[in-house]
């Protein structure tokens, strides 16, 4: 699964999609195999369920968290220096949780100068119960927004459609065949399909057929 993911993780998505309860969750699965992790705290477009809200869970699984210096809501863009760190550090695997729309990506502005795309992959999570990508055309148009403002291509789509803990299996093979068609559309291949264990209760109906590999996830940045 992870490991076989490039060394730099960039994660991204539109509003609603999880993105953020995606990237605690990678980075946790990538914690077990790698014995160095760092994951960026880089959205300054959402306020509410941020990464660096479970900085001390992650620490204490080993996992460094880069967040601003200075503790509190409105201070969003850490030390340079500790952004860029990482990328030139080849022993640790750099997960970012960007901003999901086009101011949130600039702050890639950073890093881009310094990123190889051999060693860089850039995730785009979606959930397809959210307005703006609950088409193929309108996952596609969002994509094309993001990488036009982080001068970055996606390399990976991840279907992360959910109804939090109304989530069924009926309702993640709904987004898989919308996803499918983005990717034909885009030539993006799904990376993986996430589902709540605890939630989706009736996971053995989801389909063999499914986009990417079978991602499950734990709420960490819920209750």
Not at 36 to 42: A, Y
């Given at each position: 699964m992870v490991q076989d993911d490039k060394r730099i993780t960039i994660i991204t998505g539109h509003y609603g999609s999880g993105k953020t309860e995606f990237a605690v969750n990678y980075a946790m699965k990538l914690k077990q195999?790698?014995?160095?992790?760092?994951?960026?705290?880089?959205?300054?477009?959402?306020?509410?369920?941020?990464?660096?809200?479970?900085?001390?869970?992650?620490?204490?699984?080993?996992?460094?968290?880069?967040?601003?210096?200075?503790?509190?809501?409105?201070?969003?863009?850490?030390?340079?220096?500790?952004?860029?760190?990482?990328?030139?550090?080849?022993?640790?695997?750099?997960?970012?949780?960007?901003?999901?729309?086009?101011?949130g990506t600039m702050v890639l502005g950073r890093l881009k100068p310094l990123l190889n795309a051999a060693e860089t992959d850039f995730f785009m999570v979606v959930n397809v119960n959210r307005p703006d990508t609950s088409s193929p055309e309108g996952i596609v148009e969002e994509m094309k927004s993001l990488e036009d403002a982080s001068g970055l291509r996606v390399t990976g789509l991840i279907n992360n459609t959910n109804l939090i803990r109304e989530t069924t299996a009926e309702n993640i093979a709904m987004g898989d065949k919308i996803l499918k068609e983005a990717s034909q559309l885009s030539g993006v291949p799904i990376k993986y399909t996430t589902y709540v264990e605890e939630v989706v209760k009736d996971a053995e109906k989801l389909p063999d057929d499914l986009g990417g590999e079978l991602f499950p996830l734990k709420f960490y940045m819920r209750k």
């Open positions: 195999i790698s014995p160095k992790v760092t994951l960026g705290d880089l959205d300054i477009v959402n306020v509410y369920f941020r990464s660096r809200e479970r900085k001390k869970e992650l620490e204490e699984k080993g996992i460094h968290v880069i967040s601003s210096s200075i503790e509190g809501d409105s201070i969003d863009i850490p030390a340079v220096a500790a952004i860029v760190s990482p990328v030139r550090d080849k022993s640790t695997r750099y997960i970012v949780d960007l901003g999901g729309n086009d101011v």
